[in-house]
């Protein structure tokens, strides 16, 4: 927790002043009960009213008093706890985002939304409630003891015996609420997950008619939720009452020894009031330090989490990578005995890669489902790093590349298409943000969206909403394949991305980037024949391993696996026509 408060560091006065206000504050109240055993020993007991109308004066200005403090202390507190948490969040946002895909998929989405979002709410609360009554609680109890000793150091003792057990209550209930919380916070993890699930699923789930038993399953999460809650509940719910029984305990033998102490002369009925009054201080002090437990042990449990994310370190940098200059000659993309685990063990992924790309050259990659062909294109722009062997672009090892330079030659189209809650515009300038409308008609031309975009009413300006719900599966796939290109990189990777296409539109796509030929090197992953057969060099991965490369003709001939594909979605007219 206390690794946290180093997001405190531009707040320093707000932190300083937030509690000392509140310091104040507990300096005017503990002043009250002085100023109302005069008001008993004096006033009333000599029928003085003017002195009473006085002393009561000072007491209502003594109120105003602490109500101002506290109204500064409460802006400071929240000035500054929600600068903390700004910070908090954009640090963390800023840490996941340096994360490898092997780092996040480890992590898991839903858990790291949760601790973007609720975790580190629940800080911010946190540190709101510490630095409003971490310092004042304390100070009111050990004032009031004080006062106390100069009124009556026997009775004092009371106050003395009833602290250890208030503290044995207090520590009993954190250290029994801690590990539950952590429990919750986990457990509201996976309902997250379910939820999220169920939003991008709602089709599938509906199609299926499986809304109940999606309902049922949520319900058994948020009734686990809810019992582990009210468990925590439960035994936090114990500090109030356990807390009043103590304290009142405590003013019932003061007041039965206090009359007795009055009896003889020892002290006046205004001095006992006023050691009443500091008792229901303490109180009241007690309780205000029960909320701040309370939240304590809550903030603890969300900081272990938080933490737990800093504390993974990124498998893929380019820490010290300096600006690199490429080889004019070199193989545009180059793979050498390249292997990759997952999960850092013998079992591969990809196993021994090697190959050359030219620039300016096709590369279809074809395979059956799990053979490796996206694990194979996200190792060229450096999405993870590979366990064995080298990759390079321009004759220089991805690896010596800083991120933004290697991926500024690249234009990814991933297997998902993702839009974003913005204009078409907006959109397609994500790679490029200096891009200019022109360019952005080229690649709309080249991906074959150019005319639903201009039959739209704002044509470029037209709003697409989030993930792009307002267009269809091939008009959101063809904005994806538009916005890898603009800007012309060098190197332009198509990720299974026409597999919402009609034909007819697919067949204009691989036209238009026939035609872009010699200006730009285009990785083709399809599961299509008739997407990859015109590349001029074709890949042909089996369960991670190469099982040939070469022209449609010659893999047809001397590729099994090749062959097989090609028979399974050919007719045999264009079976019979390969290689003629």
Known sequence: MFKLFRYLKNYKKESVIGPLFKLIEACFELAVPLVMADIIDIGIASEDKGYVFRMGGIMVLLG??????????????????VGFGTELRTDLFHHINTLSYKEIDEIGNSTLITRMTSDINTAQSGVNILLRLLLRSPFIVLGSVIMAFTISVKLTLIFLVIAPCLAYVIYKI???????????????????????????????????????????????????????????GRINALMNPLTYVIVNTAIGVLIWSGAKTVNSGGISQGELIALINYMNQILLALLAMAILVTNITKMQASAVRINDVFAVSPSVTDNGNETVTEQSNAPCVEFKNVSFS??????????????????????GIIGGTGSGKTTLIDLIPRFYDCTCGEVYVDGVDVKSYPFKQLRQKIGIVPQRAVLFKGTVRDNMRFRNEQATD????????????????????????????????NLSGGQRQRLTIARAFVGSPEIVILDDSASALDLATDARLRKAIAELQGSM????????????KNAEKIIVLDDGRIAGIGSHAELFADCPVYKEICLSQLSEEEVKGIGK
């Open 64 to 81: 105003v008093l602490g109500l101002s403090c506290s109204l500064t202390a409460q802006f400071f507190a929240a000035k500054a706890s």
């Open 521 to 532: 090197t285009v990785f083709i992953v399809s599961q299509r024949i008739s997407s990859i």
């Open 342 to 363: 997952y999960h850092q063990n013998d079992e591969y992924a990809l196993e021994n890669i090697s190959f050359s790309v030219k620039k300016g050259e096709t590369v």
């Open 174 to 232: 954190m250290s029994t609420t801690i590990p539950r919380y952590k429990v919750i916070q986990k457990t509201l993890d996976k309902t997250n997950l379910m939820t999220g699930e169920m939003l991008t699923g709602a089709r599938v789930i509906r199609a299926f008619s499986r809304q109940q038993d999606e309902e049922n399953q949520l319900n058994g999460t948020n009734e686990e939720l809810t019992r582990l809650q009210i468990a925590a």
């Open 438 to 469: 022109g360019e952005i008609i080229k690649a709309l031309k080249t991906a074959q969206a150019y005319d639903f975009v201009m039959d739209k009413p704002d044509k470029l300006d037209e709003m697409i909403l989030q993930e792009g719900k």
